[in-house]
């Protein structure tokens, strides 16, 4: 399957992945919600990370465990940088959503404009993944007000 390229004129939100089986993610965010960095991929796409754009964390995982979908939302603080170990990550202001108000992948999947968004398309590409501009507004319409 070809990746779609990003381009910032669509660009509704980047989508940042974490598997859950690997990391026990809900221990994590329990200890500590605010998340200030992600691992991305670099390349076009992490070139492209602004400050102040969107940022989803999708929980990914064994579809039985727990809700997967998306845990959290938030903004990029800076553009990414190079870890200690060579790889690249992303600044961020993020904070993980309560349980109850996490949105899990089933009710996305329901909805019709959110039915082919690229992390159900391509679930093992890289961080960062996006939604495109319309695809983040309806995102909008499953999380919390506020």
Request: aromatic share 8%; proline share 8%.
């Amino acid at each position: 399957m070809s990746e779609r390229r990003v381009t910032l004129d669509d660009l509704g939100a980047w989508l940042v992945k974490g598997n859950a089986d690997r990391v026990d993610l809900a221990a994590r965010f329990r200890r500590e919600p605010h998340v200030t960095s992600w691992c991305v991929r670099p390349g076009y796409r992490a070139r492209l990370m602004r400050p102040g754009q969107p940022v989803v964390l999708w929980a990914s995982g064994s579809r039985g465990r727990l809700p997967y979908g998306v845990w959290g939302v938030g903004r990029i603080t800076a553009a990414p940088v190079v870890d200690g170990d060579g790889g690249w990550s992303v600044p961020l202001d993020l904070t993980v959503l309560a349980e109850p108000d996490r949105v899990p992948r089933q009710r996305l999947r329901a909805d019709a404009r959110l039915a082919g968004i690229e992390v159900f398309r391509q679930p093992q590409a890289a961080n960062p993944s996006y939604l495109t501009r319309s695809e983040f507004d309806a995102l909008r319409d499953h999380l919390p007000s506020g």
